[in-house]
Nanobody, 122 residues
Framework: QVQLVESGGGLVQAGGSLRLSCASSGRTFSNYAMGWFRQAPGKEREFVAAIRWSGSSTNYADFVKGRFTISRDNAKNTVYLQMNSLKPEDTAVYYC???????????????WGQGTQVTVSS
């Protein structure tokens, strides 16, 4: 099992930026693809972005392409989500996840963090 702890959420105005972090402990971080999901009130959790264990490949949902960037630092056991040009519809709880690949994680993550709230005001 991988323990995941998110941080960096908060309140930001539309057009602003936030950087989320997810620190991992437990099993070897570099063995896992990592990803971010989000869940808005009254909606199902949805995939946002993922990155291969090596960092050499990424995968994004269409609605964040060009605005969000996922990255990882295996030496720090941490994955990041840089969010730019934020919109009110990006308001959600953002969850970090671990998975086998940057593709399979979109449907079958193996571990979840507790989430961090991101609120974008208009």
């Amino acid at each position: 099992q991988v323990q995941l702890v998110e941080s960096g959420g908060g309140l930001v105005q539309a057009g602003g930026s936030l950087r989320l972090s997810c620190a991992s402990s437990g099993r070897t971080f570099s063995n896992y693809a990592m990803g971010w999901f989000r869940q808005a009130p009254g909606k199902e959790r949805e995939f946002v972005a993922a990155i291969r264990w090596s960092g050499s490949s990424t995968n994004y949902a269409d609605f964040v392409k060009g605005r969000f960037t996922i990255s990882r630092d295996n030496a720090k056991n941490t994955v990041y989500l840089q969010m730019n040009s934020l919109k009110p519809e990006d308001t959600a709880v953002y969850y970090c996840a671990a998975g086998k690949t940057e593709v399979s994680i979109t449907t079958t993550p193996v571990d979840w963090g507790q989430g961090t709230q991101v609120t974008v005001s208009s």
